[in-house]
Each structure stands twice: as C-alpha cells, then as structure tokens.
C-alpha cells in the first residue's frame, strides 16, 4: 500500500469516555476488524450486540486488583510495540502467541475531572490511570505500524481514512494521531504532578526540580495580540471560576485581547466580597481605567465609569454579583466588548440581547482571590514561575509614620486604593475618594509620570463629569511600590490627596516622610509591594 498505509485488521478499545464509542465500534466490527476490549467498554458493546473479546482472553489472566491489573501484560504490549519488518520481533511474537493490534482506542480516567472536584485523597489517587497511559505510549511509539485514538473527535475521521484507503491508515495520520497522544498524556501526568505538588503533598517543595504545564484546548482563536499572530485557548486543571469556566450567553467569539483583558478583570473585582459590597471593575488593555463599591451594581458601576469615561469605551466590564437589570441597562448605554459576572438574571440578559457584539459571560462563581496558586511567564529559552499575588493587606498591619493619624475614611479609602493598584500595571498610582477609583496612572518608566497621569486623568473626568474640581481633591492614593524620592507623593499633594499608603522600604524614606508631614498628608506604610508587569 501507498503513503505508508496500514489496514486496521485487530482494534483494542478501552475508554472510560464512552462518546460515540458504540458508533465508532460497529463500523470497525463492519470493515472485519476484530474487536478486543475491557471492562467497561467490553460491556457497552456486548449490549450493542457487537462481538468482543476480552483482554482477559488474549493475557491468560483475569482483571483483578479493582481493575488495576488488566492490560499490563505482554501480549497486549507485545501486539503494540512489535516492530512489524522486523524478524526477530515478528519471531518473538509467534513464539510467545503474540497477535498485532493495530488500533488502539483509549482515553483515560477522569482524573483532572476528579481532582477538581475535591474529592477525598483516596479517591483521586484511584483515578490515576496507569495502563491507559501505557498502551497509549506504546502505541505512539511504534506510529509506524499502529494508529492511536485518544479523543472521540477523532473518531469520524479515522473512519473516513479508513474507506479511502481500503480498511487502512497513512503513516501521516498515524503521526498525527501519535503527536496528540503524547501531548494527552503530557498534559495528564503534569495535572497528576501539579495535584501533588499543590500544599506540599509527598513532602513536595517549591521550586520544584521540573515543572510541568498541561492544557486542554478550549477554542482556536482568530489571532492573537495582533492579526499576523497565530492564538488558542487552552483551559489547565486548575478549576478558578473566570473565563476558562465561564458560558458565553452571547455575542461574538471571544478574541486573544478580550480573554486576556477579562481575566484581569475578574481578579479585580473577585478582591470584593459580594456578601459585603457590591463592587464593578472596567478594564482596557489588562489596565483598570475605574473601580468602585456601590450601593448595588448600578451605583458601582456609575462610580466606577466616572473615574474615566472615556477610556471605558470599547472596555472589560466584571461585577462580583449576579448582574440585574438595572445594571444592565445602565452599562448598555455605552459600548462594551465584553461582561463577565457570576451569573445574570433574565431582566439582565434580556436587555443585553440587544447588543449583539457584546459578550455576556457567566462564570459561575468569583475565583478566590487569596487562593494559593501559581502564575506562568515565558522568556527566551525557559519560563518564569512564581506564587500567585495573593497577598493582602489588614488594616491592623498599617503602620502611621507620620506626624498626622488618617481618619477612618481615609483608611478606608487607602486599603481599597492598595488593592486596586495591585491589579495595575507597575510604576502604579491610584487615587480613591468614597471607595471608588478618581484617578489612575499606570505602566510608566516613572513613577513620578504615572502621579501626573493619574491626576491629569481625573481632570478630564472633572470636565466630562462637570464637576466644579477633580475627585483627587480630598481623596487617598496608593502607590504599588515605594516612593524613591518625595518628588511623586508631592505630586500627589498637588492633586490633592490628603493620605498615602505606600509599602515603604525606600533608602530615602525619612525624606518622603518629612515631605509629607510638611505637606500636611497622613501616611501609612503596608511593608508589602505589589508589582504588576
């Protein structure tokens, strides 16, 4: 046969992923190929009225141990792996009654599935499959004899290569089907290890020796940042509420720039506790341009677009409650890429499904914010690893260093200030007033720079809001860094804030703690920074 094709003459199926398997096996059991199977999967088909063998027929040896001995033998690995032009293995097989399988049909126990649910120790452990990893390697390997299917979405295409080419497979599909083998089984045993790894289970310690990062993917995506950039989503094992969980209700698909921007935006708001405050964060370009508290999401989200309305056009809006109509309606007046909340009531959706551009997502849940959790970043030739930001600040920790006390508004103010500017790229200056965003200055060499921006902004919301002077007057600001030198918390005073939180730990910090007490500011120190780059 041409192009290196195979005919499929013996298939071993075993899948705990019962997806059009009964199909699938009919039309093999139609082209004459003989069917061999476990469990399971053997009892699926029987009850389909397929004729089946079972492993234990071909080993010699019952399943036994729960199950977990049943393919581990070599006349199952034997038919696998034997190399087919080969003598001696074709030897080997005769003389050990060893017969070829030159299909293989496996996909594995549900142990990401599992593990996501939180289920006890035990029970996780059991859903590590440790044969269905094995044949599926084995089959891989030897790709030039066997074809491999691990996937269900495969199936209709192997059925199709098989009558083009007479019952048989390419070598080029064989390899293609070899190729997403082993990335399932990659990303399988880096779930497995990410699972142990998480709080120091079997005495595991970071850094790790190897790190592993599996995924699964979601879509394929237009492009990415740019149009000349391939993208895809992939969705991993760790089970956060956010875009990788969420239903898109509507709207067009989801582009590389509004997944990126979403998830921002949702691990802003998920820093508010819904069951205290109704809290509605707007982003552009991984950057809050307004964040606010309210009464209900309405008043969050009026506070919140208010910071800088301009900028919140085209934007990433996220709540950390179910949104209601009322919310709805008032974010419908302008134009928004995309909405992510824990759900929607029907009011909510009903008003939306007029936008027909805008993506509405339901998550399902906020992620916890002081979850442990680790982020990724790669570099030329390797990757960056670190523990999630999940630090926070009380206000017990707070420490005045300065002439004057801040009031509990001012406190107030300065906490919610610090929590946001850890979600702002660094050089980062936030002003709050009322617990919502006045003025925000992000990502500058300076942060000198990113003072003034933040102030020049809240004047051009003072003029859009027709407000008498800019919300920075009166208001508290936070700085993700310490200040190394008085110049930006003057400029700070000079817009008009009256108390400062910062982290502190500056060489100069006696001189930025003598410009304040000259300028009149309240100032207290977190001794805990949040870059963001």
């Given amino acids: 046969m041409s192009h290196g094709v195979r005919r499929i003459a013996r298939a071993l199926l075993s899948v705990s992923d019962k997806t059009g398997l009964v199909e699938f096996a009919a039309k093999l059991s139609e082209g004459g190929v003989t069917l061999i199977s476990t469990g399971g999967t053997a009892a699926a088909l029987r009850a389909a009225g397929l004729s089946v063998t079972d492993v234990a027929e071909v080993t010699g040896f019952p399943e036994m141990m729960d199950g977990r001995i049943k393919t581990l033998h070599p006349k199952i690995h034997g038919g696998l792996l034997a190399l087919r032009g080969d003598e001696a293995h074709q030897k080997a097989m005769r003389e050990h009654g060893i017969e070829g399988i030159d299909l293989l049909v496996v996909n594995l126990y549900p142990f990401e599935e599992t593990a996501a649910r939180n289920v006890g120790e035990a029970e996780t452990i059991e859903n590590i499959d440790i044969g269905g990893p094995a044949m599926i390697r084995a089959a891989a390997k030897n790709h030039a004899a066997v074809a491999v ?4 979405a495969d199936y209709d295409g192997v059925l199709r290569e098989m009558a083009a080419h007479g019952g048989g497979t390419t070598l080029a599909t064989r390899r293609a089907l070899a190729a997403r083998a082993y990335a399932r089984t990659a990303a399988y045993d880096a779930a497995i290890a990410a699972w142990f790894a998480r709080d120091g289970k079997g005495g595991a310690s970071f850094p790790p020796p190897r790190h592993t990062l599996g995924g699964s993917l979601r879509q394929p995506l237009r492009y ?12 991993t094992g760790d089970r956060r509420f956010g875009v990788a969980t969420a239903e898109q209700v509507q709207g067009k698909e989801l582009s590389y720039n509004n997944i990126n921007d979403t998830d921002a935006a949702y691990e802003l708001v998920a820093e508010f506790d819904p069951r205290h405050h109704a809290a509605v964060a707007i982003i552009k370009h991984a950057n809050p341009c307004g964040v606010a508290i309210g009464m209900d999401l309405k008043d969050a989200y009026r506070r919140a677009l208010a910071c800088d309305p301009v900028s919140a056009f ?41 936008k027909k551009n805008l993506r509405l997502l339901i998550a399902g849940g906020l992620p916890d914010a002081g979850a442990k959790g680790e982020t990724v970043r790669q570099v030329s030739g390797g990757f960056l690893l670190q523990d999630r930001d999940n630090g926070r600040v009380a206000r017990e920790t707070l420490r005045v260093v300065t002439k004057r006390t801040p009031s509990e508004a001012e406190i107030a103010d300065m906490l919610f200030a610090f929590v946001v500017a850890k979600h702002v790229k660094s050089n980062a200056i936030v002003y709050a007033n009322a617990l919502a965003t006045v003025g925000i200055g992000a990502g500058q060499m300076s942060r000198v720079d990113s003072a003034r921006i933040a102030a020049w902004k809240a004047q051009e919301a003072a003029r859009e809001g027709g407000y008498a002077e800019p919300l920075t007057r009166g208001s508290s600001v936070a700085s993700d860094a310490f200040f190394p030198f008085p110049d930006g918390l003057l400029e700070t005073a000079k817009a008009g804030a009256t108390a400062v939180i910062q982290p502190g730990g500056s060489v100069r910090d006696d001189e930025v703690i003598k410009a304040a007490d000259e300028a009149g500011l309240a100032m207290v120190f977190t001794g805990m920074r949040h870059f963001r780059h």
């Fill in 149 to 152: 299917v691990i996937d269900p």
């Fill in 314 to 354: 085209g934007g990433i809006i996220a709540l950390n409650r179910a949104l209601d109509g009322a919310a709805a309606e008032e974010i419908a007046k302008i134009f928004t890429e995309v909405i992510i909340a824990p759900d929607a009531d029907e009011d909510a959706r009903r008003i939306l499904s007029t």
């Fill in 224 to 235: 990415g940042e740019n149009p000349h950039q391939r993208a895809a989503f992939y969705v």
